[in-house]
């Protein structure tokens, strides 16, 4: 299972660094994705990045603020998300994706407990 760490409470503009790490296991040759869910709605895609991170995704409307990156030699994943908005607020999770397109959650296992961000205004 995944731990997402290093959410927190921050102002519109602030920065934030999530990581993903997973005990007992490699993220090498996984494709890894960042998902997040706000309060109400569903599950949405984030990032994502190839196993040799030479390929990366995101959502539209955080491609030119958030950066997915990967330290397979540490067994990490970062998600750097700056120019933060209210609306970036949710609950961040990192899962491995293993079938289907990038975008859709169902096409990834190993979910593990998210980290909460939060954006003020």
């Known amino acids: 299972q995944l731990q997402a760490s290093g959410g927190g409470l921050v102002q519109a503009g602030d920065s934030l660094r999530l990581s993903c790490a997973a005990s007992?296991?490699?993220?090498?040759?996984?494709?890894m994705g960042w998902f997040r869910q706000a309060p109400g709605k569903e599950r949405e895609f984030v990032a994502w990045i190839h196993w040799t991170g030479g390929t990366t995704y995101y959502k539209d409307s955080v491609k030119d603020r958030f950066t997915i990156s990967r330290d397979n030699s540490k067994n990490t994943v970062s998600l750097q998300m700056n120019s933060l908005q209210p609306e970036d607020t949710a609950v961040y999770y990192c899962?491995?994706?293993?079938?289907?397109?990038?975008?859709?959650?169902?096409?990834?296992?190993?979910w593990g407990q998210g980290t909460q961000v939060t954006v003020s205004s």
């Open positions: 007992g296991r490699t993220f090498n040759g996984l494709n």
């Open positions: 899962a491995v994706h293993y079938s289907g397109t990038y975008a859709s959650a169902g096409g990834y296992s190993s």
